[in-house]
């Protein structure tokens, strides 16, 4: 069975630097054709895709917080850490990781976004 | 930025179908997912590849392609299918958008 499950702080003050964990199991992150994406979920309001990484180390971050996000993966503990830097209020919401596998028929390549892990609520406040 | 644009919200009575559009410029040249997210839980993957079902997902779940725009199809809506539902799909430079997500209401 393919888990996923976000660990972090509960609470972020203002301008400090955030740092979430993804630990998965199920499946292993040197897997070919398969990563971790990283979306965030403001109170009441839409998924924001944030961050994927790739078995080969392939990464690709969000247009408008790629100044902000780093991610990296330690295969050896199944765990892809996700650091977001000048945290504001507005940052605030449920951060999910979920897996991506990477497919390819004549149709061309999709992807499959999926499962997702359960949430982990990230407070910016001082 | 690259956007996909949902209504806000679809409202239709038991056994009635429910459609829920996403439009979106790149449609036309990539995939398109749906995902349903219920209160206090993680989203699910409904629809992948514009069309296809995961196994597990009831077959009252359909998706459908027409240019700029898909189309979640649910028939013979249940009261549990009431949810949030988002359309993705890949951006540019090998990012992902989400829609804005449409709040379906079953009467």
């Known amino acids: 069975q393919v888990t996923l499950k976000e660990s972090g702080p509960v609470l972020v003050n203002p301008t400090e630097t955030l740092t979430l964990t993804c630990t998965v199991s199920?499946?292993?992150?040197?897997?070919?054709?398969?990563?971790v994406s990283w979306i965030r979920q403001p109170p009441g309001k839409a998924l924001e895709w944030l961050a994927y990484i790739f078995s080969n180390d392939e990464k690709s971050y969000s247009t408008s917080l790629r100044s902000r996000l780093t991610i990296s993966k330690d295969t050896s503990k199944s765990q892809v850490v996700l650091t977001m830097t000048d945290m504001d209020p507005v940052d605030t919401g449920t951060y999910y990781c979920?897996?991506?596998?990477?497919?390819?028929?004549?149709?061309?390549?999709?992807?499959?976004?999926?499962?997702w892990g359960q949430g982990t609520l990230v407070t910016v406040s001082s | 930025s690259y956007e996909l644009t949902q209504p806000p919200s679809v409202s239709v009575s038991p056994g009635q179908t429910a459609r829920i559009t996403c439009s979106g410029d790149a449609l036309p040249n990539q995939f398109a997912y749906w995902f349903q997210q219920k209160p206090g839980q993680a989203p699910i993957l409904v629809i992948y590849?514009?069309?296809e079902r995961p196994s597990g997902i009831p077959e009252r779940f359909s998706g459908s392609s027409s240019g700029p725009t898909v189309t979640l199809t649910i028939s013979e809506v249940r009261a549990e299918d009431e949810a949030d539902y988002y359309c993705q799909s890949a951006g540019s430079s090998a990012t992902w958008v989400f829609g804005g997500g449409t709040k379906l209401t079953v009467l």
């Open positions: 979920a897996r991506i596998e990477e497919y390819y028929d004549s149709s061309g390549y999709y992807y499959w976004f999926d499962p």
């Open positions: 199920g499946f292993s992150l040197s897997n070919a054709k398969m990563g």
């Open positions: 590849k514009d069309t």
